[in-house]
């Protein structure tokens, strides 16, 4: 009991002082909101993603996913059971629309790692009790063992990354998207581009509305830089009734921020399409002016300079049909429909990709790193270690995930942890109440109802990856 | 729930572990992920609020992760 409420304790009361240095940090306006939104971008653009690596390949196998199918199925049902509770909590509290999602989400996707293994971690000897009580023997090397702590929690451990692969994926796709609406402009609040804003007042409004409008397939503000050029495929490709509206692009540009009218709106797409979605965070990614813009001047043409460096070879179909003109004015666009079919193949695959964050992408490279024993045991197992200068920098910069992310949570909550006028007293005790206290009611009953389906998996070998030396030697 | 496996040597009676029954249930039971957070401070939207949900809902974690966990580890053999 003492154990429990010890390592229960410990876990959160970490996180409470972890997030407490942030905002110290932000009173001492060390970190501010601006660095801490860029923060984040680098936490989901690099960051999660040497996480999850490094975390997820070691713990996977065919085994583990095909016996344990039960951990992400089950997952899965508490999300939407949590759905359902949110939905709820919503109506009861009656809060504003806008605060729909916020709801529903917060009751629904719940920490899947970090707390888990702080817990296993501290019950794994009297998870080893229980086996030995109720009669469960792991089995290495074709024999019932009794079973120890240390194997309880090496089990314990892969049980929870299998769970973190889905929640994972999860994650950063639906959830993503589902989260933050289509049309809302990130900077908008007091996000760090308030000042871009100032400095550019016409196009950088202008533009950002107007891609979050149309943005359909790819409602993921925030892309990869790999993803950006989808936008000029689509455009090129599929826009050519529009081609006729480039000449006049210079002048649009200096179009003041009030809404523009559609044909307006699809002038500058247009010119976007020659040069980047308004990406407005991935500004590190941002790169030098390329060929075609290389005769514009700067004060006309301030948003094309900022063409992200993508691959060559997109860049050059980009700019094929769209030759550097001697002043901006006479641009003459000439897209032929010749490179079509390639072209819309093209973009359908950018479409899919753009469908998907950097951290789902890590998951799933993972999990296929993971599968391949041979790959798995090179980079992971092998005793000859010849990628360990790779996976230990992944494991230096995977261990950065919690304080950096725990720092920018402090930050956010630098004024004080009182309920705003978004998000009522009633609303967060609902929520709390919901997540922590009805959902895990839901949880034993899922598992009685399983266990009374007998679906529950047996345990019938052990889940601890064994190096698998005659793949290896066979290749 | 038991089954029956032949292994190398001789027919073993077997359970489920209850490691992976304690994971199922724990995952049902944390407070909200805080990879949220930097989902909502990237975007910066609602991302105060967020923190504010995540703030209290760890601190009462450790009393009801307490009470859970407890109920969990009492639960697991009757399951």
């Known amino acids: 009991m003492e154990q429990i409420i010890w390592a229960s304790a410990q876990a959160s009361i970490k996180i409470t002082v972890?997030?407490?240095?942030?905002?110290?940090?932000?009173?001492?306006?060390?970190?501010?909101?601006?660095?801490?939104?860029?923060?984040?971008?680098?936490?989901?653009?690099?960051?999660?993603?040497?996480?999850?690596?490094?975390?997820?390949?070691?713990?996977?196998?065919?085994?583990?996913?095909?016996?344990?199918?039960?951990?992400?199925?089950?997952?899965?049902?508490?999300?939407?059971?949590?759905?359902?509770?949110?939905?709820?909590?919503?109506?009861?509290?009656?809060v504003d629309r806008d605060m729909y999602r916020f709801v529903v989400i917060a009751c629904s996707f719940g920490n899947t790692t970090s707390l888990p293994l702080a817990l296993i971690t501290s019950l794994a000897v009297t998870s080893a009790n229980l086996s030995n009580t109720m009669g469960f023997y792991p089995i290495k090397d074709g024999l019932p063992i009794e079973d120890t702590p240390e194997q309880s929690l090496a089990r314990g451990v892969a049980y929870v990354f299998i769970v973190l692969l889905v929640a994972t994926l999860t994650?950063?796709?639906f959830l993503y998207r589902f989260l933050v609406p289509a049309n809302h402009n990130p900077d908008a609040p007091d996000g760090p581009a308030a000042q871009k804003l100032v400095a550019n007042p016409g196009d950088e409004v202008e533009l950002r509305d107007v891609v979050d409008d149309t943005d359909e397939q790819c409602g993921s503000i925030y892309n990869d830089r790999n993803m950006i050029t989808n936008y000029c495929l689509d455009d090129l490709s599929d826009d050519e009734q529009d081609d006729e509206q480039f000449v006049d692009q210079p002048k649009l540009h200096q179009l003041p921020t009030a809404p523009a009218n559609r044909h307006d709106a699809d002038n500058i797409i247009l010119e976007l399409g020659s040069g980047r979605p308004v990406s407005h965070i991935d500004?590190?990614?941002?790169?030098?002016?390329?060929?075609?813009?290389?005769?514009?001047?700067?004060?006309?043409?301030?948003?094309?300079?900022?063409?992200?460096?993508?691959?060559?070879?997109?860049?050059?179909?980009?700019?094929?049909?769209?030759?550097?003109?001697?002043?901006?004015?006479?641009?003459?666009?000439?897209?032929?429909?010749?490179?079509?079919?390639?072209?819309?193949?093209?973009?359908?695959?950018?479409?899919?990709?753009?469908?998907?964050?950097?951290?789902?992408?890590?998951?799933?490279?993972?999990?296929?790193?993971?599968?391949?024993?041979?790959?798995?045991?090179?980079?992971?197992?092998?005793?000859?270690?010849?990628?360990?200068?790779?996976?230990?920098?992944?494991?230096?910069?995977?261990?950065?995930?919690?304080?950096?992310?725990?720092?920018?949570?402090?930050?956010?909550?630098?004024?004080?942890?009182?309920?705003?006028?978004?998000?009522?007293?009633?609303?967060?005790?609902?929520?709390l109440v919901t997540r922590l206290f009805v959902i895990p009611l839901f949880g034993i009953l899922f598992l009685y109802l399983l266990g009374l389906a007998s679906m529950l998996p047996l345990g019938l070998s052990s889940l601890i990856n064994q190096p698998e030396h005659g793949d290896v030697l066979s290749l | 729930v038991n089954g029956l496996?032949?292994?190398?040597?001789?027919?073993?009676?077997?359970?489920?572990?209850?490691?992976?029954?304690?994971?199922?249930?724990?995952?049902?039971?944390?407070?909200?992920?805080?990879?949220?957070?930097?989902?909502?401070?990237?975007?910066?939207?609602?991302?105060?609020?967020?923190?504010?949900?995540?703030?209290?809902?760890?601190?009462?974690?450790?009393?009801?992760?307490?009470?859970n966990v407890s109920l969990f580890l009492y639960a697991i053999p009757l399951l």
């Open chain 1, 171 to 173: 994650r950063w796709t």
């Open chain 2, 5 to 67: 496996f032949l292994t190398d040597l001789s027919v073993v009676c077997m359970h489920t572990d209850p490691m992976l029954r304690l994971v199922l249930l724990v995952q049902s039971a944390t407070p909200t992920a805080i990879n949220l957070s930097v989902i909502t401070t990237m975007h910066n939207y609602l991302a105060k609020e967020m923190a504010t949900v995540l703030f209290y809902q760890y601190l009462l974690a450790i009393v009801s992760l307490t009470i």
């Open chain 1, 283 to 431: 500004r590190p990614f941002i790169a030098p002016v390329t060929v075609a813009d290389t005769s514009r001047t700067p004060p006309t043409y301030s948003l094309k300079q900022q063409h992200p460096t993508t691959d060559n070879t997109t860049q050059l179909q980009l700019q094929s049909p769209l030759p550097p003109s001697p002043t901006p004015s006479s641009t003459t666009p000439t897209a032929t429909p010749t490179t079509s079919r390639t072209m819309r193949v093209l973009v359908a695959i950018k479409n899919f990709i753009c469908g998907i964050e950097v951290p789902a992408w890590a998951a799933l490279v993972s999990v296929i790193c993971g599968l391949i024993p041979s790959v798995r045991y090179i980079l992971f197992e092998s005793p000859a270690g010849y990628f360990k200068f790779f996976t230990d920098a992944l494991t230096a910069f995977g261990d950065s995930v919690v304080p950096m992310t725990l720092l920018t949570l402090g930050v956010s909550m630098s004024e004080g942890p009182k309920p705003t006028a978004k998000l009522g007293l009633c609303t967060t005790l609902l929520i």
């Open chain 1, 18 to 94: 972890m997030g407490g240095c942030g905002a110290a940090l932000s009173r001492l306006s060390l970190l501010d909101k601006p660095t801490s939104s860029r923060i984040s971008r680098l936490l989901a653009s690099f960051l999660i993603p040497c996480m999850l690596f490094v975390s997820i390949t070691p713990n996977m196998s065919w085994q583990n996913l095909v016996v344990y199918w039960l951990l992400p199925v089950a997952l899965l049902v508490y999300t939407l059971v949590g759905i359902v509770c949110g939905f709820v909590v919503a109506l009861l509290a009656n």
